[in-house]
């Protein structure tokens, strides 16, 4: 085993002792080679997250159910169909339009799928995502669709050299969460809030995330 893939147990075991039970560890596993996941998995990893579907797709059908496989990056109409052949979650769902395209294809397959909205919760024009005053009506109309599960919500936020200025963004998508949440629609069980990367896992998780995606910190600089 050579030393990179070392640390990676070593940073594994450093940030599970750091999360506290029910804040699940999802790998974000953008140009990470198949040794390395392989690592993480012998670690402990359970859960990994791409941002496109062609990286992900060897190592997922080589690894294929030994891990859980997220799609943490925007999703194209031109690969939701691959897209849901191959992933456990699509924490990315930001319009109408690509919730209905996920339908459709999940209802050839009779699969029902686990989503997450991702919410633009820093109004960043360059940035995917819904605006957090447009989460609920999206929700309502996903709600109508039969093979999609709307299991939470997922937010990048600003990237900040300090990770505090993140906070008030992540505490904006838990009050969407909480809404939502309080609404019992069907087809919607509110159970995730994915937030939080590398240099700000600890603030999200102290505003609610019980999912952190973290790449660097895990298997080091990119
Ligand atoms: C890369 C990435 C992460 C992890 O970022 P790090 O700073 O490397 O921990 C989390 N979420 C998404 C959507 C990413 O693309």
């Keep these: 085993m050579n030393s990179q893939?070392?640390?990676?147990g070593e940073s594994i075991k450093r940030i599970l002792?750091?999360?506290?039970?029910?804040?699940?560890?999802?790998?974000?596993?953008?140009?990470?080679?198949?040794?390395?996941?392989?690592?993480?998995i012998q670690s402990g990893v359970t859960d990994f997250g791409y941002n496109y579907v062609q990286e992900a797709l060897p190592i997922i059908q080589t690894i294929?159910?030994?891990a859980k496989w997220h799609m943490i990056g925007h999703l194209q109409q031109n690969k939701v169909k691959i897209a849901v052949?191959?992933?456990?979650?699509?924490?990315?769902?930001?319009?109408?339009?690509?919730?209905?395209?996920?339908?459709?294809?999940c209802?050839?397959?009779?699969?029902?799928?686990?989503?997450?909205?991702?919410?633009?919760?820093?109004?960043?024009?360059?940035k995917t995502g819904v605006l957090p005053e447009a989460v609920d009506e999206l929700i309502m109309q996903m709600s109508s669709l039969?093979?999609?599960?709307?299991?939470?919500?997922?937010?990048?936020?600003?990237?900040?050299?300090?990770?505090e200025d993140s906070r008030p963004y992540f505490k904006a998508t838990r009050?969407?969460?909480?809404?939502?949440?309080?609404?019992?629609?069907?087809?919607?069980?509110?159970?995730?809030?994915?937030?939080?990367?590398?240099?700000?896992?600890?603030?999200?998780?102290?505003?609610?995330?019980?999912?952190?995606?973290i790449g660097t910190k895990l298997f080091g600089d990119r």
């Design 64 to 66: 294929g159910n030994r």
């Design 5 to 8: 893939i070392n640390n990676i």
């Design 107 to 126: 209802a050839n397959l009779q699969k029902k799928m686990p989503v997450l909205v991702e919410v633009n919760s820093g109004h960043e024009v360059s």
């Design 17 to 40: 002792e750091s999360i506290p039970p029910g804040v699940l560890l999802l790998a974000a596993a953008k140009t990470r080679t198949l040794e390395e996941v392989e690592a993480a």
């Design 146 to 163: 039969k093979y999609l599960c709307v299991e939470g919500l997922m937010t990048m936020g600003p990237r900040f050299g300090d990770p």
């Design 175 to 213: 009050e969407v969460f909480e809404r939502i949440a309080a609404r019992n629609l069907p087809n919607v069980e509110m159970q995730f809030l994915s937030m939080g990367m590398s240099n700000s896992y600890q603030i999200a998780i102290e505003e609610g995330a019980n999912i952190v995606r």
């Design 85 to 105: 052949e191959h992933f456990d979650m699509i924490e990315t769902v930001d319009s109408w339009r690509l919730a209905q395209s996920l339908d459709r294809y």
